[in-house]
């Protein structure tokens, strides 16, 4: 017949290959299923915590949000007496990076009741604060030196500043600015062309910065051609840093 193999063999070898391997199969089943359906469950468990997990942290961080808005919004209305409770507490206890950005909430508004100190202090416990996020600890580097400029060495604005005072950096105007008042005020007003003349030709400062860098580059020396403006600015006034 034209379905008979040509060696009856063969069939029963096909046969016997098969048995054997239904046989592993069910053997494999027999000693890992069992496991292999456990370690399925733990999976599946293990998914659903991290969802639940995540359900609540986002629900704590939108809370968190609400919180913050509406304390920043009674600091506003002179109703510090009620955000700063919440505030002092969502420090230590606030998700991710809400805890930071209370108390740099708290150092802003210790700065506008006038304390320095205090403000300086918030502000350097956040630039130092390794947990923090990286943008949220190179803001408060520049507000702590900016607040403590008049008690820090020129060397120390420059040494802490630098990093942070180049072009393409997000805190490159004020940074930039602090950097060359430094460096003039140390006596070394060749270091701060350059800068001042990078803050003069960023487009993307704004248009007071621009002004005072230009004021300044021009009472150091600069040329108004080399700055690329039409006119000489008013009187040279260095920044009030300290404000």
Do not use: C, H
């Not at 053997?27 to 359900?55: C, E, K, N």
């Amino acid at each position: 017949m034209a379905n008979t193999p040509a060696n009856p063999d063969d069939a029963f070898l096909r046969e016997v290959d098969e048995e054997f391997r239904r046989s592993q199969l069910l053997g494999l089943w027999q000693r890992y299923g069992r496991i292999g359906i456990a370690v399925l469950l733990l999976a599946l468990g293990a998914l659903a915590g991290w969802l639940f997990w995540q359900d609540r942290q986002e629900k704590a961080a939108g809370a968190a949000g609400q919180a913050l808005t509406q304390a920043i919004t009674q600091l506003e209305v002179g109703e510090g007496a009620r955000a700063r409770p919440v505030l002092d507490a969502m420090t230590r206890d606030g998700p991710g990076a809400y805890a930071g950005l209370a108390r740099m909430v708290l150092a802003n508004d210790a700065l506008a009741g006038g304390d320095k100190a205090k403000a300086r202090g918030l502000y350097e416990a956040i630039a130092n604060d390794e947990d923090a996020p990286q943008p949220l600890r190179d803001a408060a580097l520049v507000k702590a030196v900016r607040v403590g400029f008049d008690q820090l060495a020129p060397a120390e604005v420059v040494a802490r500043l630098k990093p942070l005072a180049v072009p393409g950096n997000a805190w490159f105007g004020v940074a930039g600015e602090l950097v060359a008042v430094a460096q003039v005020k140390a006596g070394k007003p060749d270091l701060a062309r350059p800068i001042l003349i990078a803050m003069v030709k960023d487009e993307g400062l704004s248009p007071s910065l621009r002004t005072r860098a230009a004021q300044l580059a021009i009472a150091v020396g600069v040329d108004v051609a080399t700055l690329g403006i039409a006119a000489r600015p008013a009187a040279a006034a260095a920044p009030a840093a300290g404000r």
